[in-house]
């Protein structure tokens, strides 16, 4: 049973979703203001916080503000009554908050909190895509489209995304949906050396260097008509990118101490938990050799941003470790909950993690799987409190962030007050009176 604070003043909307969540085991607090918010959030502690957008006394970005550090709930949502305004909301609260859309349904809910009735072990039905894919949410429907999209082309793939995500089990959907003719060859050019990173990408004939006592193929004569996997690869020396970027602009391939140029035709797939910024910023990766890499770039979102395919990984993992074990664990809706409740900062491996762990601490004679009394790994670097609170940076006031989201609203509907007011849902007399108070105080400043 998790413990929903629904703060919201449309009292129609409050009493049908607290239905709901009860129908789903679920403990409910009512909140009408940001006042009473504050008020529930310092007196208990939260597993979820449905948020209204506009409220009487302020917005829900004063109750996101105002969040006790040690009382943070696991998951927050705004609610909202059009989709045009969840985009606006997620650039201005950030990635760790969800969003539902007007009116709620049961299986919006139960997707966003779960359910714990009955509360009984309970198997989940899931799918490996590619034979190695799990995940139905619409991030990772999103990446199935692009896989087959990518599938029926030869462009080289670069992918994104934390350390866990699984950017290697990504590499292994492409070449199995590509139906290529050759292997799927991998590398880490993290833990290839500087002097070594030439003869493992390129080969090398017998006598190039002290210690070539044989002829070896490279790994692009390996990957040929196949796929060829460069994790890590902005750990590769920048001054070894420009032979790298050779091949892939001729097909061709050197063998180090050889004269011979052979041609080579696979697609290379690269990857980095690296971002955008630091790509940008940190010279990891010469530009030349990025668009060769980057034709078609994907971001692979974190675990905490699907977290309804955690009930699915989680079934598939335990399935796996069941047949590795010759046990017959199952999960209970507390334990999903729990599992489904958890940021997870090392994202897939992490939730892997935690599942053998559990598996391997199990009785002989047990048969539901019980969970150690701490998730996390000593390994695991914490999301920061900021990614569960948004982006809200320090020292801009609520008035702002509220002034900022009516902007943004109105420009987006062309100026259209009445369309805008219904989008942020609020009246129209209050949306007015937000833009005159915001003129009036303009023109104090001023002067």
């Not at 009487?56 to 503000?65: A, K, Q, R």
């Not at 997870?344 to 009785?363: K, Q, S, T, Y």
Request: proline share 5%.
């Amino acid at each position: 049973m998790q413990k929903v604070l629904l703060v919201d003043d449309d009292e129609s909307f409050v009493q049908a979703t607290q239905a709901l969540l009860q129908n789903l085991g679920h403990e409910v607090d009512v909140a009408h203001s940001v006042t009473t918010a504050k008020t529930a959030l310092s007196r208990q502690k939260y597993n979820t916080l449905l948020l209204d957008l506009m409220l009487p006394d302020g917005s829900g970005f004063d109750i996101l503000n105002a969040l006790p550090i040690d009382r943070t709930p696991s998951r927050i949502a705004f609610v909202t009554g059009h989709s045009a305004i969840k985009s606006i909301i997620k650039s201005m609260a950030g990635p760790g908050v969800s969003y539902l859309l007007k009116p709620v349904t049961l299986e919006q809910l139960e997707h966003l909190v779960g359910s714990s009735t009955p509360s009984s072990a309970s198997r989940v039905s899931y799918t490996r895509h590619y034979g190695v894919l799990v995940g139905e949410s619409e991030p990772m429907q999103t990446l199935y489209r692009h896989i087959d999209k990518v599938a029926q082309t030869q462009a080289n793939v670069f992918i994104q995304g934390e350390s866990g995500t699984g950017k290697e089990l990504i590499a292994s959907a492409i070449h199995a949906a590509s139906q290529a003719q050759g292997p799927l060859v991998s590398a880490n050019c993290g833990a290839i050396t500087k002097d070594l990173i030439g003869s493992e990408l390129f080969g090398h004939e017998k006598g190039a260097f002290t210690g070539a006592i044989a002829r070896k193929p490279g790994l692009f004569e390996r990957a040929n008509h196949g796929t060829l996997f460069l994790d890590e690869i902005t750990e590769m020396d920048i001054d070894q990118q420009p032979n790298l970027l050779r091949v892939l602009e001729t097909g061709l391939v050197t063998r180090l101490g050889g004269s011979e140029e052979m041609p080579v035709a696979c697609r290379v797939v690269s990857a980095t938990n690296r971002t955008a910024e630091e790509l940008a910023e940190g010279h990891f990766l010469r530009e030349d050799i990025y668009f060769r890499l980057a034709v078609f770039p994907l971001q692979l979102p974190p675990l905490r941003e699907r977290r309804e395919d955690i009930p699915l990984l989680c079934q598939a993992f335990l399935d796996d470790f069941n047949e590795e074990y010759s046990t017959h664990l199952t999960l209970d809706d507390e334990t999903l909950n729990t599992l489904t409740g958890y940021n997870w900062p090392g994202n897939v491996r992490e939730l892997r993690h935690a599942l053998h762990r559990a598996v391997i601490l199990a009785d002989k004679d047990q048969t539901t799987l019980t969970l150690p009394d701490n998730l996390g790994s000593p390994f695991g670097k914490p999301v920061e409190q900021s990614s569960d609170k948004g982006n809200l940076q320090p020292g801009k006031t609520i008035e702002s962030m509220e002034k900022e989201l009516i902007s943004m609203t109105l420009d987006s509907v062309d100026g259209d007050k009445p369309k805008a007011a219904d989008m942020l849902g609020i009246s129209l007399k209050t949306l007015y009176n937000r833009l005159n108070q915001y003129k009036e105080r303009e023109e104090i400043d001023e002067h």
